[in-house]
């Protein structure tokens, strides 16, 4: 990508997510995109609203109204013509000759958009999967956009050889089919070198090559081995869809090499009746008398729905089943079908997520279907959960903390378990072979080793990522402005067995002179890093600890130690405190607080490092035009 590229595509986004929002016409007549869906649909993405919820972030936060306000989005359209200079004028003269006009953009992003996968079984063959999409600007943008699509494909038509166009009327509405052929190359059965090929000399080895070289030339065919569909049709203004995907050309490729003249009906062949079939069903849940359905019952089901956030204005909702694709693995295929036993992945069922604002707070929620009893590593999930907070030597200043719950004990043995079902003797015998060289070195069996490590496993952020380097190899950089500081502490269920550990460690540390040194510090014991980037490994006071970054190392050895009293500890300082106003803070095998006024600085210079490396990249061409764009390291 040149620099000019890369310049239009960032002002171009910059202006696209600063344009002005305008309210989508209702249509009453017609019913939400998403509950028309077939039962088919395994994957739906929905984004309700873009302009409705922009307005929503500008009234109801600070941050939104600087973003998305009027002054700053005159700003960057000016920006984006200035880049563009005569070009944007031709963009537009070129936009206005198919009724359309670069604001359109804010019409286009009033309304519902999705798209949603189907997947449509096929008797003998390969189901067939088709994307169903819609969108919904306000206006008569609809209409105008539809038009400009056809007449678009009329005045190009003459340069896309093998692309077919054809009107048709389905359940009243008007659907333009479109066909586009995808070529490929097929290439001649080649020889192989004759027997007495090394015994030549180089010019008659060149001589060989270049002659069958010269045959491939010849004899290779462009032929046509994949086609897929588009259909498109608009229900009052409203656009709707469905496309076929690419599907056919690994399957006719061999086929047509060994024969060319070979007939093939790649309409039947790529689904062309069952994609159309899916298309007219989808158009006719639109209008039809009964109730809408709501799409897909076992991706939107009560439970699933009932927890995920409600309140505020939608941003994204997704939803997935992953079954239909699980069932798809071939059963001679032993390998892949021990990997999903294993790791009890056949037990998984509708997955959704949704993101809204609910006033200042931006709330995002995921949910898992996967019923117990829960097999394979799944059944990790049922490990009990954790109290929502840090322990107390977490100072409140820190950048972020975050604990996830965990027994690698229970990890490793249910993992054993279920290699030993599916191998048997052989699989068993491995295992045991190697907890037997462990329980020599550590003088208990491996699992008990893990679940020495406790089930709190901890990550604390002392400073964030200030920089984006492009170049490591030339480029002079601290690792502390690329990687931040940070440890990473578990809260020991049985320290002695880690102090065998470490013991069985030091002949392998001392075989590094130079590079690792043995310490001891603050009242534990552990190695520290001696070349390039600030590390150490440490053990003592029921804690192991790894520590990277200039300070990390003392600091949280200071802190283990000694821990800080409140309000300096993050649990019973201002940040945690406020968390609980905002969020109901409940048991979890996860959890993460960030400190905003730790992280906030540390992040700004992040994201002026990344704009400054893009800056960087067209600065060569166009000077006069980044300094307008530079953005000082802390914003202005």
Not at 206 to 216: N, P, T
Not at 242 to 259: R, V, Y
Not at 548 to 574: C, H, Q
Request: with cysteine; aromatic share 8%; proline share 7%.
């Amino acid at each position: 990508m040149n620099a000019r590229m890369i310049r239009t595509l960032v002002i171009a986004s910059a202006a696209l997510c600063f344009a002005v929002p305008h309210s989508a016409a209702e249509d009453v007549a017609l019913k939400p995109s998403w509950t028309c869906l077939p039962a088919e649909t395994i994957a739906l993405v929905r984004i309700p609203s873009v302009s409705a919820f922009l307005s929503e972030f500008r009234k109801q936060t600070k941050l939104g109204a600087v973003l998305f306000g009027e002054e700053r989005m005159n700003k960057a359209l000016a920006l984006l013509k200035d880049a563009m200079g005569a070009e944007w004028e031709v963009m537009n003269q070129d936009l206005g000759k198919f009724g359309l006009k670069f604001e359109d953009w804010r019409e286009l992003l009033a309304g519902e958009t999705g798209y949603a996968g189907v997947q449509i079984g096929r008797a003998g063959d390969r189901p067939l999967f088709v994307g169903l999409g819609w969108c919904e600007p306000s206006g008569d943008l609809g209409a105008r956009a539809l038009k400009a699509l056809l007449q678009g494909f009329d005045e190009s038509k003459d340069k896309q050889p093998g692309t077919v166009r054809i009107d048709a009327e389905i359940h009243g509405h008007t659907v333009s089919r479109f066909s586009i052929d995808k070529n490929a190359r097929v290439e001649p059965p080649l020889p192989n070198p004759p027997a007495d090929f090394a015994e030549k000399s180089p010019d008659e080895q060149r001589a060989w090559f270049e002659a069958r070289k010269k045959l491939k030339a010849e004899q290779a065919r462009v032929v046509v081995a994949d086609r897929i569909h588009l259909l498109v049709a608009r229900i009052g203004q409203r656009i709707v869809f469905a496309n076929t995907f690419p599907q056919s050309e690994n399957t006719f490729l061999p086929q047509l090499a060994a024969n060319p003249d070979l007939k093939i009906d790649l309409d039947a062949a790529t689904g062309l009746a069952p994609a159309t079939d899916v298309f007219a069903r989808f158009l006719a849940a639109h209008t039809a008398a009964e109730p809408a359905s709501t799409g897909p019952r076992a991706m939107v089901a009560a439970p699933i729905m009932a927890t995920l956030p409600s309140a505020g204005a939608p941003l994204l909702e997704c939803f997935f089943d992953p079954r239909p694709l699980i069932d798809l693995v071939d059963p001679q295929d032993l390998d892949t079908q021990r990997g999903l036993r294993i790791m009890g992945v056949r037990q998984l069922g509708p997955i959704g997520m949704r993101a809204t604002l609910d006033k200042t707070l931006l709330r995002f929620g995921m949910t898992l279907t996967l019923p117990a009893p829960r097999t394979g590593v799944l059944a990790l999930m049922d490990q009990e959960p954790l109290p929502p907070e840090p322990p107390p030597w977490v100072e409140e200043n820190v950048a972020s903390y975050m604990h996830f719950a965990c027994d690698f004990g229970k990890v490793y043995s249910l993992v054993k378990e279920a290699f030993v079902a599916e191998g048997g003797a052989e699989a068993a015998a491995g295992f045991a072979q190697f907890e037997q060289g462990v329980q020599g070195t550590l003088q208990t069996d491996f699992a008990t080793a893990l679940s020495s490590l406790g089930r709190r496993h901890a990550f604390v952020q002392y400073t964030a990522a200030k920089k984006v380097v492009a170049d490591p190899e030339n480029e002079e950089f601290s690792l502390d402005d690329v990687m931040g500081t940070f440890a990473i502490v578990w809260e020991l269920k049985d320290e002695e067995i880690l102090r065998r550990a470490f013991q069985a460690l030091e002949p392998f540390a001392q075989g590094f002179p130079g590079f690792v040194a043995p310490v001891e510090e603050q009242g534990f014991k552990g190695w520290r890093a001696l070349q390039g980037f600030e590390a150490g490994m440490f053990l003592g006071q029921g804690h192991l600890i790894i520590a990277f970054g200039k300070g990390s190392a003392e600091r949280v050895l200071a802190s283990i130690r000694t821990p800080p009293a409140s309000p300096a500890s993050l649990r019973e300082g201002t940040v945690l405190k406020k968390a609980r106003t905002l969020l109901d803070l409940r048991p979890a095998l996860g959890f993460a607080v960030t400190n905003p006024a730790s992280y906030e600085s540390d992040q700004l210079a992040m994201i002026s490092s990344a704009l400054d490396l893009i800056l960087n990249q067209i600065d060569e061409e166009s000077p006069e035009w980044t300094a307008r764009a530079r953005i000082a390291p802390h914003g202005r």
